[in-house]
């Protein structure tokens, strides 16, 4: 019966739209089913700040024993196409109908995180003060998360559910990621008539470009050029250019280095021809690196080994909520629950794995007691 709950709680999760920044009407459901479960609810007021279609939500559930505060985090928005889903339950799997993602990423969190309330409440599982965090805005930058204030938490140490892939992943290290927005100024000529009197904005990006250490940097470093737009027609000389790019790193400091590496030639070349640059980064996460010895990756193994799971210690290229937290000095692990393909329309859950990560976040409870 617990399972067939979990399965219709997720389903239920999934039908209620929240693409960023239209996340409202889903958080505003969030808060009566936590509340209902007996929590108390806290919501900021960060919509004005963050632009997003919700705050973030704080939800508490008083001790009931002698254990070491814990929190799990989950966002709430989903990427596109997120609108109308319809789920399907085809041989113990629930996909989408192929027309939509299936939002696993990152309802099904909030499945686990609900159903784990349930039981909690069933069998009257003794638990230390559980905080949940509910966050919008993470798909586009980790928006919500980066303006939460974490002073209001009791817990120090939690875990982010919020990975892909089987249960049994631990993310231990995911990087900073800074974005940049360059414009690069020349000066405009007609083409044909007097070419040499322009200076291409055009060719400086070219010449930059071509200069720069991009893609796979090492096993823990990347960068890219994401778009390029500039010029108006064929004969005429392209006086601006506007790119996005980006660096990824596990090391803070390398990645920063990537960054001045990349801007430094945008610069450099554009001095040479005669133009100009201005720049703006924006670092949109912190990377974070936990071992074994760190405590929630201790917990984590422990309580998977509880559930007949052996721990994987991965590192990750993408950013995600534990990153914020780590670098507001809250230790936090990204745990796998078991969802695959996300981001695109074969998107898919298996139920048992659903069910597995219920499972581990109940042994997570038990092993802060005291």
Known sequence: MSQERLVNTFIELVKIDSESKNEGRFQAFLKEKFSGLGLEVFED?????????????????AATAQAKPLFFSSHVDTVTPGIGIKPVVKDGTIYSDGTTILAADDKAGIAIMLELLERIKEQDLPHGVLE????????????????????????????????????????????????????????TAHAGLEPEKGVSAIEIAAKAIAQMKLGRLDQETTANIGTINGGSATNIVAEEVKITAEA????????????????????????????????????????????????????????????????????????????VF?????????????????????????????????ELVSKLIAEVLI
Not at 45 to 61: P, S
């Open 326 to 358: 780590n670098a507001n000095g809250k230790e936090t692990a990204n745990l796998s629950i078991g969802y695959e393909k996300i981001h695109t329309v074969h998107e898919f859950i298996p139920i048992a794995e659903l069910e597995k990560a219920v």
């Open 132 to 187: 949940f965090v509910l966050s919008p805005g993470e798909e586009i930058g980790l928006v919500g998360a980066n303006a939460f204030d974490v002073s209001q938490m009791e817990a120090e140490i939690g875990f982010v559910l919020d990975n892909g892939g089987p249960v049994g992943s631990i993310t231990v290290a995911s990087p900073t990621l800074v974005g940049m927005d360059v414009t690069i100024t020349g000066t």
């Open 248 to 323: 990824r790193g596990i090391s803070h400091e390398v990645c920063e280095d990537q960054v001045a590496h990349m801007l430094g030639l945008f610069e450099k070349t554009a001095e040479e021809f005669g133009g100009a640059v201005t720049a703006t980064t924006d670092v949109k996460s912190v990377g974070y690196r936990l071992t074994e010895e760190n405590e929630t990756v201790k917990l984590a193994t422990k309580a998977l080994a509880n559930v007949g799971r052996s721990a994987t210690y991965d590192v990750s290229g993408g950013g995600s909520d534990a990153n």
């Open 45 to 61: 007021q960060t919509m004005e700040q963050t632009g997003l279609g919700a705050n973030n939500l704080l939800c508490r559930l």
